[in-house]
Nanobody, 125 residues
Framework: VQLQASGGGSVQPGGSLKLSCAAS????????VGWFRQAPGKEREFVAS??????????YYADSVKGRFTISRDKAKNTVYLQMNSLEPEDTAVYYC?????????????????WGQGTLVTVSS
């Protein structure tokens, strides 16, 4: 499975961005998909995830982004999105999407089998 992350860019604090994670497999809707981010000098951290459609497409969020970010999936486009609103400088990082055929709230990087290349988000005034 190949993942292509896109949508990063530079925004001012309070702004919005929408990231996309497109997959090469038509069964992408059955995968758990997560978004992670890694800031310079820091470890990769969990941002959000969505379970497969057979598990109800349940969403999970890190406390730091809850209420500001929304993860969603488009079955027809084999794509998962991360809508990011009210962005803060602390959200600056390279964002990665990841996927696995597992289930549940998967928040650790080693729980995912497939990774996209990352897209840079910079929040600065």
């Amino acid at each position: 499975v190949q993942l292509q992350a896109s949508g990063g860019g530079s925004v001012q604090p309070g702004g919005s961005l929408k990231l996309s994670c497109a997959a090469s497999t038509r069964t992408f809707s059955t995968y758990v998909v997560g978004w992670f981010r890694q800031a310079p000098g820091k470890e990769r951290e969990f941002v959000a995830s969505v379970s497969g459609i057979w598990s109800g497409a349940v969403t999970y969020y890190a406390d730091s982004v809850k209420g500001r970010f929304t993860i969603s999936r488009d079955k027809a486009k084999n794509t998962v999105y991360l809508q990011m609103n009210s962005l803060e400088p602390e959200d600056t990082a390279v964002y990665y999407c990841a996927a696995t055929e597992g289930s549940g709230r998967l928040s650790r990087p080693n729980e995912y089998d497939y990774w996209g290349q990352g897209t840079l988000v910079t929040v600065s005034s």
